[in-house]
């Protein structure tokens, strides 16, 4: 009976700790894909209530199931390779737009570190796939390598709208890549530290949240955060009345379909990050208070952070049917003249404020 009991505590652990990280990314990744799904779904139901129409009801009961069938069309549509595009790069670039896409949210924590006996060990676990110092950096540096898909993709085309949509794209994410670093710059100078976590406990309570200490790096942030993920009004790079389909042109199937995936997926990214950044994370105003048991306050706070990502979410899609897009010299203008001047100024305000007060 003892050898029994400790096969299967060597199993338990084996399962909840050694591949703990494992699971983590098979769940987060499946989790991700999921709700590419649901916002296909929400980006078109919206859209038809704004514009006072019907959306998709005709597969599935009212419609929910138009995305399983989008993507069943996607898998069974033909794959068409042009015969004038460079063969290899044309492949490479959407796996090179959709993989950092992945890859940024393991840094981003959704709920506290929880520990907990086991077998008389204690074990910790944290509801993060990597905790790492430099969470900051690794999100910034990981991020900006998604602008690679679509210029290579304009690129490989070998295709003249293409080509435009994927100048205008290394163009954008350049202009814009500098006031988001410079909010993200004044948000450490608060916190002490580059690691996610401790941005996160340092807005342990409501009025410390950074939306309310960084007002103006949060707009600067989110003004910032639309433009790199090509969002209207800050869809240059595909700008269809202008661009046919931009730097997505040229694909097909499910080529054009890791294009979506992408953008999506940068979206949730970059909603969970202004949530982390500027809204408490996963923190919940007075829940330590209440004395709950520990697995109930830790479901608290991921359904917390749920919400908050899902509201910035919801705020992406309102967005892009209520505002036309931006004229280019309109959008080099904000992002040189008016955010980039802000963004500085927001770094001398905040680096006074920690140094005297």
Do not use: C
Not at 169 to 183: H, K, N, R, V, W
Not at 266 to 284: E, F, K, N, R
């Amino acid at each position: 009976m003892e050898f029994l009991l400790s096969i299967i505590e060597s199993v338990t652990m084996f399962l909840l700790v050694d591949l703990s990280p494992y699971l983590k990314v098979f769940l987060i990744t499946n989790f991700l894909m999921v709700m590419v799904m649901v916002l296909t779904l929400l980006e078109r139901r919206i859209s038809a209530w704004i514009q006072d129409r019907h959306g998709p009801n005709r597969v599935g009961p009212g419609g929910i199931l138009q995305p399983i069938a989008d993507g069943i069309k996607h898998f069974i549509k033909e794959d068409i390779i042009p015969g004038h595009v460079d063969r290899f790069l044309y492949i490479l670039a959407p796996m090179v737009a959709m993989i950092p896409a992945l890859v940024t949210f393991a840094v981003i924590p959704f709920g506290d570190q929880m520990t907990i006996p086991i077998y008389d060990e204690l074990v910790t676990f944290k509801f993060q796939i990597a905790d790492l110092n430099v969470g900051i950096l690794y999100i910034v540096g990981v991020a900006s390598l998604g602008v690679y898909g679509l210029i290579v993709g304009g690129f490989a085309s070998n295709n003249k709208y293409s080509m435009l949509g994927g100048l205008r794209s290394s163009a954008q994410m350049i202009s814009y890549e500098l006031p988001m670093g410079l909010a993200i710059v004044a948000v450490v100078l608060l916190a002490g530290s580059l690691r996610l976590n401790d941005i996160v406990v340092d807005q342990s309570s409501f009025l410390h949240w950074n939306v309310f200490r960084q007002p103006l790096g949060f707009i600067l942030f989110v003004v910032a955060v639309f433009a790199e993920t090509n969002r209207l009004p800050f869809d240059l790079p595909e700008a269809e009345q202008e661009l046919v389909g931009g730097y997505h042109t040229e694909y097909s199937s499910m080529k054009f379909s890791a294009f979506m995936i992408a953008e999506y997926t940068h979206m949730i990214t970059a909603a969970a990050l202004i949530s982390t950044l500027y809204l408490g994370g996963w923190q919940v105003p007075g829940l330590a208070s209440l004395g709950l048991p520990i697995v109930a306050e830790q479901l608290l706070q991921i359904l917390a952070f749920a919400a908050k990502t899902g509201f910035f979410l919801l705020v992406f899609i309102w967005v892009r049917w209520t505002l036309p897009r931006f004229r280019y010299d309109q959008l080099m203008n904000i992002g040189w003249r008016k955010m980039l001047p802000l963004g500085l100024l927001n770094i001398i305000v905040t680096a006074a404020f920690v140094a005297f007060v």
